[in-house]
């Protein structure tokens, strides 16, 4: 298949890790896969194994899920509890646990949870009932929330006054400064995510190489992809360059999608953030303007405002796992008692999760 076949070539594969192995010149190289999928990818063809034990692939907060926080998530339980609104979401915000409960135990206490692939499906359902209030959780980063966008104008535009979205949207630049700022961490680069980049281009991570001076290279997901990102990286390593190059050339420009930049900026507006283990992240939070305030769940419904997450209820240190800090199997809980049928944490949930991606590639 093309586009598939060439990127999973194993003598193309083998070749390009001894390449990266024959060009380790220090005792570490530490490199964070932000995108879930690229976690994913990276257990999925055993490409750690291919590689000198000196680079440490880091799996970082890309995955949306996994980053929101538990205030939101509690508010979005209290929604669920009220008879008059339907709760529609991504599949995967179903599972995720959070003190109290999660969406899916509210379904089986009698909650209307709907399951959605979309923001537009979503409106549709409102547009079908007529009689109650439909709201939609935006999560997401820059991929999921031009989507959110879209239903916003037209809920505007066709006057559908049931329908509202209570945004957790986020973006990635301003997060990954914080990540690349950070001593605890000392990162080497960034494997910088695909789709995210097919939105805000590589002139989206401009400032992130200006202001932590660090590797970083947009990535598609296949092995070679990665492969060659990652060599990039440790030979700007070596010598202490800052670089920014986009390897997914196939599918991320320049300037990436101009038209859905528009869009964003004119239905949202940037705000400080709460992400699950990283904090307050200020400018990375996605909130609907004023000119769409009537579809704005928050206000709608006067949701309390989120506080920073406290350790999760358990033992599971998802937190921890976000930051880079602990690998899964740190945690005492992976495998054991925390697996994907009974996640006790987000981490585990969705299949951009690490614990996840650890969990079905260990
Ligand atoms: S939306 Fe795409 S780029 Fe973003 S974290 Fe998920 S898989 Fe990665
Ligand atoms: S293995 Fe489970 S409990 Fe442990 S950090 Fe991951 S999601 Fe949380």
Redesign the pocket.
């Known amino acids: 298949m093309k586009y598939v076949d060439e990127y999973r070539d194993v003598n193309k594969v083998k070749k390009l890790a001894d390449m990266i192995n024959s060009q380790v010149r220090r005792p570490v190289y530490k490199i964070m896969e932000?995108?879930?999928?690229?976690t994913a990818s990276i257990h999925k063809f055993g490409l750690k194994s291919l590689l000198s034990k000196k680079i440490e692939l880091i799996s970082g907060p890309?995955?949306?899920v996994c980053v929101t926080s538990d205030g939101y998530l509690k508010n979005s339980l209290k929604l669920a509890k009220n008879r008059n609104i339907i709760v529609a979401t991504y599949p995967d915000m179903l599972r995720v646990p959070v003190e109290g409960g999660s969406l899916e135990a509210a379904r089986s206490e009698g909650a209307d949870v709907r399951g959605v692939n979309s923001a537009l499906e979503a409106l549709d359902l409102a547009v079908r009932s007529a009689k109650r209030e439909v709201v939609f959780l935006g999560v997401?980063?820059?991929?999921?929330a031009p989507g959110t966008a879209i239903a916003l104008e037209a809920a505007k535009k066709d006057k559908i006054r049931n329908f509202s979205v209570y945004s957790a949207h986020k973006t990635?630049p301003e997060a990954l400064i914080a990540l690349g700022r950070d001593k605890g961490l000392a990162l080497d680069g960034f494997l910088l995510?695909?789709?995210?980049?097919a939105i805000i281009g590589m002139e989206g991570y401009r400032s992130v190489a200006k202001k932590v001076g660090l590797a970083s290279v947009i990535a598609g997901?296949e092995p070679v992809d990665i492969l060659l990102a990652i060599l990039k990286i440790v030979k700007a390593a070596n010598v202490g360059a800052t670089i920014l190059e986009n390897e997914y050339t196939r599918i991320v420009t320049k300037s990436g999608n101009k038209q859905a930049q528009r869009l964003l900026k004119k239905v949202f507006i940037q705000t400080d953030s709460i992400w699950r283990g990283l904090g307050v992240i200020s400018g990375t939070g996605l909130s609907i303007r004023g000119a769409f305030g009537g579809f704005d769940a928050n206000k709608k419904f006067e949701l309390p405002k989120e506080k920073v997450d406290k350790a999760l209820a358990g033992g599971c240190l998802c937190a921890e796992v976000l930051k880079g800090r602990i690998t899964p199997q740190q945690c005492p809980l992976f495998a054991k008692r925390c697996t994907p049928l009974s996640p006790k944490g987000p981490c585990m949930v969705s299949r951009?999760g690490t614990c996840r991606a650890y969990f079905e590639f260990r």
């Not at 997401?140 to 999921?144: N, Y």
């Not at 995510?193 to 980049?197: A, D, E, K, M, Q």
């Open positions: 932000v995108c879930g999928t690229h890309g995955c949306p997401g980063f820059e991929t999921t990635i995510p695909g789709h995210v980049s997901f951009e």
